[in-house]
């Protein structure tokens, strides 16, 4: 499946924000970027506003156009507001729960650990990025996979960062995803209330 690969600062400078994680260099400028940047900026529609909000949450969590069409129509049909639901179940897809965990230092990185199969739910090999964690579920480091350079690396670089509906076990590199995150809780930028509007035209 397609993901983007190409320069993560030109993507983060079009929002105007660091999506790809603080880690990634913001270089703030007076225009956007590309080949016509620096000529003036015409005022943006209201369609254009919640494209823009979609599409930097798509970057932000690392996911394609249909995957994250099919995650809002399952949002919409959970009880409750569909914007905070559709961030809950953006929240509980495995990479980013072991990117949260710490296990790796971003969300392509921690792709690439659940697709290699060094990632383990209750106990059993899951090497689907998009695989959805409920309440209760254990995830852990596979036990060949715990002295990887780039495991260790990411969780001697943990900073104080704590999430309330995580908890993490550095003695077994064990996590639980104890529950679907209050929206308040996420750190995101994101107006989901937007999304919503995009998807109801």
Same mark, same amino acid.
């Given at each position: 499946?397609? +993901? ?7 993507? #983060?400078?079009?929002? /105007? ?20 940047? +620096? ?12 494209l823009m909000e979609k ?5 932000i969590y690392g996911i394609?156009? $249909? ?7 399952? #949002?919409? $049909?959970?009880? /409750? ?9 953006? @929240? ?5 729960? &072991?990117?949260?965990?710490? =296990?790796?230092?971003?969300? +392509?990185?921690?792709?690439?650990? &659940? ?9 059993? &090999? &899951? ?8 309440? /209760?579920?254990? !995830?852990? !480091? ?8 780039? =495991?260790?690396?990411?969780? #001697?670089?943990?900073?104080?960062? +704590? ?8 003695s077994d590199m064990t ?10 809780? !996420?750190? @995101? ?5 937007? =999304? ?6």
């Amino acid at each position: 499946m397609a +993901r983007y690969t190409g320069p993560q600062t030109k993507i #983060a400078r079009r929002f /105007g924000e660091p999506i790809f994680g603080a880690d990634k260099t913001l270089q703030k400028k007076n225009y956007p970027p590309g080949m016509h940047g +620096r000529g003036r900026r015409k005022k943006q529609s209201e369609y254009a506003v919640q494209l823009m909000e979609k599409q930097k949450a798509k970057y932000i969590y690392g996911i394609l156009e $249909r995957q994250f069409a099919n995650t809002f129509e399952k #949002a919409s $049909r959970m009880p /409750g507001i569909t914007g905070d639901n559709l961030l809950r179940l953006l @929240e509980a897809r495995l990479d980013n729960t &072991v990117y949260r965990l710490g =296990i790796a230092p971003s969300r +392509r990185a921690a792709r690439q650990l &659940v697709l290699h199969k060094h990632i383990l739910v209750n106990g059993e &090999v &899951v090497n689907i990025a998009s695989y959805t964690l409920r309440p /209760g579920d254990q !995830v852990s !480091v596979r036990e060949k996979s715990k002295s990887l350079e780039a =495991i260790t690396n990411s969780l #001697a670089g943990r900073g104080a960062a +704590r999430f309330n509906w995580l908890e993490w076990n550095a003695s077994d590199m064990t996590g639980k995803f104890v529950a679907l995150p209050a929206r308040e809780d !996420v750190p @995101e930028n994101i107006r989901e209330q937007l =999304i919503v509007e995009l998807y109801s035209k």
